[in-house]
């Protein structure tokens, strides 16, 4: 298994500012996963980050709103720019296992004011 | 389009009683995965099924993949405010493993003493 441990936890943040979120994964890991839990939906998928290349987004999500790094293979940042209310979520890291389990860090709740 | 769905939406049983949270996808699934989500906590991995007609258990709770692998159910005997939270079904996207997940909407239990 894999313990992830994200940062923040949670945080209120101006709109028109930008959040960074953290990911930081105990085993080196190649693929890594950010997900987003709007208010009352299930997760969907912003984009795959993978080591030594840029991040893979998925239809809706765009590299300038949603930045990402992945400086190493056990750790990733998301960063949520130019923020709205709209953006108010919950982000979810996660990585797959070897077993093919995906394990999730406990998420960042983001409130945009 | 949703390509995962779960029913029902929501769910509220007395303690003791059983109930079955279904997870349904018009294509076949290659790993078939299920969560619980506890609110402001990260989601705990419950279960994964990966073959044909496939059933694994953990303490009260069940999984089943049918033999088309387009189904999943998870069944809860004697139900206890302890597994209140919302259910969610994760499936591979493609056979490749590590690969990222796609979710259904979530089914909200909750469990009245």
């Known amino acids: 298994s894999a313990v992830i441990s994200q940062k923040p936890s949670r945080d209120i943040c101006q709109r028109g500012t930008s959040l960074t979120i953290q990911c930081q994964v105990d085993s080196q890991v190649t693929m890594m996963f950010w997900y987003r839990q709007q208010p009352g939906q299930s997760l969907t998928l912003i984009a795959t980050a993978n080591q030594g290349s840029e991040a893979t987004y998925e239809s809706g999500f765009v590299i300038d709103k949603f930045p990402i790094s992945r400086p190493n293979l056990t750790f990733s940042t998301l960063t949520v720019s130019n923020m709205s209310p709209e953006d108010s979520s919950i982000y979810l890291c996660s990585v797959a296992g070897r077993s093919s389990e995906a394990f999730f860090g406990q998420g960042t709740r983001l409130t945009v004011v | 389009s949703q390509e995962l769905e779960q029913s029902p939406q929501s769910l509220i049983v007395q303690e003791g009683k059983n109930l079955t949270i279904n997870c349904t996808s018009s294509k076949t699934l290659y790993g078939l995965y299920w969560y619980k989500q506890k609110y402001g906590e990260g989601l705990i991995f419950l279960m994964m099924?990966?073959?044909?007609?496939e059933e694994k258990s953990h303490e009260k709770i069940t999984a089943k993949l049918d033999e088309k692998k387009q189904q999943s159910s998870l069944h809860i005997t004697a139900s206890q405010p302890s597994h209140a939270g919302i259910y969610l079904c994760?499936?591979?996207?493609?056979?490749?493993?590590?690969?990222?997940?796609?979710f259904g909407p979530g089914t909200s239990l909750s469990v009245i003493p």
């Open positions: 099924l990966q073959k044909g007609g």
């Open positions: 994760g499936a591979d996207r493609t056979k490749t493993s590590y690969d990222k997940v796609i």
